[in-house]
DNA sequence: CGGCAGGCGGTTA
DNA sequence: TAACCGCCTGCC
């Protein structure tokens, strides 16, 4: 890694991050691409300190800010990250209490990849590919989270022949009814304004429940969740998990009730780090007819040309396409 | 009202 | 093993 991290603390004495410099990221492109479910951008309130550096930009409205800024739960923790777009430095506000030392050099570096070479990714994908070209340049800035493997187990059960809002839904209700209550740092003023925060945002400081938890519930017991038929889906897994222990691999995961080639490849490529994994959606579908000529009924041509194309790197091949169809089309 | 949203399980031939 | 079909729910 080359980048440098400094350390501090804030008013509220929560621990902040920074790390520079941190090039081909970009926070609306990574949390909004589809592969995660509890992260929210904050209206940047911070238009003050924009003219401060000297932007004397806010005449243009168009003009894109300099700073964006997201809060949301990952592995047990909540935080809030903002990037300077300009200075290409990244900062990790921790508002949870549940801190750790190594936070800042493992923690967050491994759940937003900021050690891979995602330059040198897409010059590869690119090479003598004008449709990946074209996909890269709109989604430039991806970078695939290291998730909780449970969590991507439950989002993307949750997300079948769904809706983004509602999913996102689901999983807050789902958080707060059955998940443990993540501790706030700060005083208590301090964690008022936070738990007013998130919760204007649409989050819930809490874990998702464990698959202990899920599995010695009854289908009743999720109805004010809203999962619909989903809910058996979640409890069988849940149980299964229980049972067994967590899949490791495609085929176990495909196993699991619920989870079919698409959620599988989802949590193969969110959870696990299988990054030659190339889930195929309804906009995957769209983007290989348009772009690479596929009937899109031709599921299975479709994989077998992204294993041969793509090979290790189908993971971000797939966020790239599936992000730009989304742009063009979404 | 039917159509649809980042599929899947179950049933058929 | 491939092709259908129904499905909870919420929003248009």
């Not at 007013?196 to 009743?220: F, M, Q």
Request: glycine share 8%; proline share 3%.
């Amino acid at each position: 890694m080359d980048y440098l991290i400094t350390y501090k603390r804030n008013a509220a004495h929560a621990p902040v991050y920074g790390y520079a410099p941190i090039s081909d990221i970009n926070l609306r492109e990574t949390f909004e691409c589809g592969q995660c479910f509890r992260w929210r951008a904050l209206g940047s309130e911070d238009a003050s300190e924009a003219d401060e550096a000297g932007g004397a930009k806010k005449s243009d409205g168009a003009q894109a800010r300099a700073t964006e800024s997201y809060i949301g739960i990952a592995r047990g923790h909540i935080a809030r990250i903002d990037y300077d777009k300009k200075e290409k430095h990244l900062h990790i506000t921790e508002l949870g209490a549940n801190t750790n030392k190594t936070d800042a050099t493992e923690l967050w570096p491994a759940y937003l990849d900021l050690n891979r070479d995602y330059a040198a990714i897409k010059r590869k994908l690119s090479r003598g590919d004008d449709t990946m070209k074209t996909a890269i340049a709109a989604g430039k800035g991806i970078r695939i989270l290291k998730q909780d493997l449970w969590e991507t187990i439950i989002s993307f059960i949750i997300s079948q022949n769904n809706n983004i809002p509602r999913i996102k839904g689901c999983i807050e209700k789902l958080a707060a009814l059955y998940g443990e209550p993540i501790e706030l740092a700060g005083t208590e003023k301090n964690k008022a304004e936070e738990i007013a925060i998130l919760d204007e945002v649409g989050l819930t400081p809490n874990e998702l429940p464990t698959s202990k938890v899920l599995a010695g519930l009854k289908e009743e017991d999720l109805a004010p969740v809203r999962l619909g038929y989903r809910a058996r889906y979640l409890i069988e897994t849940a149980k299964a998990v229980e049972e067994d222990c967590l899949p490791e691999t495609f085929d176990d995961l495909n196993k699991l009730c619920g989870v079919g080639p698409k959620v599988a490849n989802c949590i193969g490529l969110f959870g696990l780090g299988k990054m030659d994994s190339f889930p195929i959606d309804v906009w995957v579908r769209r983007v290989m007819s348009r772009m690479y000529k596929f009937d899109e009924c031709d599921v299975k041509g479709m994989q077998a040309f992204a294993e041969a194309k793509f090979g290790d790197l189908g993971g971000f091949a797939q966020q790239y396409l599936f992000y730009y169809i989304r742009e063009l089309e979404g």
